[in-house]
């Protein structure tokens, strides 16, 4: 499978095109839930049981009631009206299973960063990565019951990423919200790439 890349400066077609999107965050933001969210087909998923093992290694707090984690990546696809298909690969949030990032980011067109406010620092380690990479990202704010909510700019504040990251309050949980996630990223990626969005 290929996909289409923003830097190539070919014209959008009208044929079938295949865009791989990474999404990315930190421990139990919320990744495997928005893959299966919005997926057309049957989610793949790598989730096992926290166990004794990983006590001391993982960090659970402000999300203690987790009980799987993802230990290889989530994979699902959406297509839009405008012919356009995304294929989505989650990618692990703990640290011990980072070393997969480089081949799950190969051949992406951009990321969506899940932050967590409960959890706002495990972000840092997604936003640098796809900043070194040049790697178009938004940030997702996955709104929690009962986490602490805040706006956009005091968001943008705490995580310091440049004014033309988009970021988006969202709740993963409900499709029309994961979807609009989704289209924000493919437009960001085409905007920084000077590419037309296709209509649809």
């Not at 791989?20 to 969210?37: D, E, N, R, S, W």
């Not at 696809?77 to 692990?92: D, E, H, K, Q, S």
């Not at 409900?174 to 920084?192: D, F, I, P, Q, Y």
Request: net charge negative; hydrophobic share 45%; glycine share 10%.
């Amino acid at each position: 499978m290929s996909y289409t890349h923003f830097d190539t400066g070919a014209a959008v077609q009208d044929s079938p095109t295949a865009i791989k999107i990474l999404i990315a965050g930190g421990f139990g933001a919320g990744k495997t839930t928005l893959v299966g969210t919005v997926s057309e087909i049957r989610p793949l998923r790598t989730e096992e049981a926290l166990t004794g093992a990983g006590v001391g290694v993982d960090d659970t707090s402000g999300v203690e009631a987790k009980e799987t984690t993802t230990v290889a990546m989530d994979f699902g696809r959406i297509t839009f009206r405008n012919n356009v298909a995304l294929y989505l690969f989650g990618t692990p949030g703990q640290h011990r299973f980072w070393f997969m990032w480089d081949e799950l980011a190969r051949g992406a067109a951009g990321a969506v960063i899940i932050a967590d406010t409960r959890r706002l620092g495990d972000s840092f380690a997604a936003i640098d990565y796809f900043e070194q990479r040049g790697t178009p990202f938004v940030v997702a704010v996955n709104c929690f019951d009962g986490a602490p909510r805040y706006d956009v700019h005091r968001v943008r504040a705490a995580l310091d990423v440049d004014p033309d990251v988009p970021i988006i309050l969202c709740d993963v949980r409900r499709r029309e919200s994961a979807k609009l996630v989704l289209v924000s990223v493919v437009e960001h990626a085409l905007r920084l790439a000077g590419r037309r969005i296709p209509a649809g």
